[in-house]
């Protein structure tokens, strides 16, 4: 009933962008409510980069803040995340999650893609 495809991500040098898309493919009986990236390096933990509601209101993290940009098309059910000026600590694989509110029975869960890999490197 809820799938997550994310796509966009690949190798690119120092100082250059990437955009990532995550598109939800969910029922009718759903609303999709907050949308975000997270990230996960090597041996770390998985971490919020930025995340939009579905009135677009936005928060992200400090690493984030004035590089990178969220947003999201909700007639595609689509969440994007513009990189610019890249760095090689944000290498790691990023993952898009989506809260759905389930209208049948007023619930609300989370659910995540598969992830897809950034790597930032000369």
């Known amino acids: 009933q809820v799938q997550l495809v994310e796509s966009g991500g690949g190798l690119v040098q120092p100082g250059g962008s990437l955009r990532l898309s995550c598109a939800a493919s969910v029922s009718s009986i759903f609303n999709i409510n907050r949308m975000g990236w997270y990230r996960q390096a090597p041996g770390k933990q998985r971490e919020l980069v930025a995340a939009?509601?579905?009135?677009?209101?936005?928060n992200y993290a400090d690493s984030a803040k004035g590089r990178f940009t969220i947003s999201r098309d909700n007639a595609k059910n689509t969440v994007y995340l513009q990189m610019n000026s890249l760095k090689p600590e944000d290498t790691a694989v990023y993952y898009c999650n989506a809260d759905l509110l389930s209208m049948a029975t007023m619930y609300t869960s989370r659910h995540w893609g598969q992830g897809t890999q950034v790597t930032v490197s000369s």
């Open positions: 939009i509601t579905s009135g677009g209101s936005t």
